[in-house]
C-alpha cells in the first residue's frame, strides 16, 4: 500500500494522526505531518479513514 502527504497542501492539523496513529505522526518542528508506517494500513485499516478526513485532501491511499 502507497501512502503519501503532498508537503504543499498539509496544514499540521493533526486530524491523520488522531484517526491512524500507527501510519501518521504530526512533526510539530516542520508543521505537518508525516507517513511513519505505511506497511501498517493493511493491518489497522485506518488510513483511508485519514484520507477522507482529511481537510485539505493532503492524504493519498493506494493499493
Known sequence: MNVAIDPELCIGCGACEEICPAVFHLD???????VMDAGACEFVGCCEAAEENCPVEAITVEE
Open 28 to 34: 510539530e518542528a516542520v508543521g505537518m505531518a508525516e
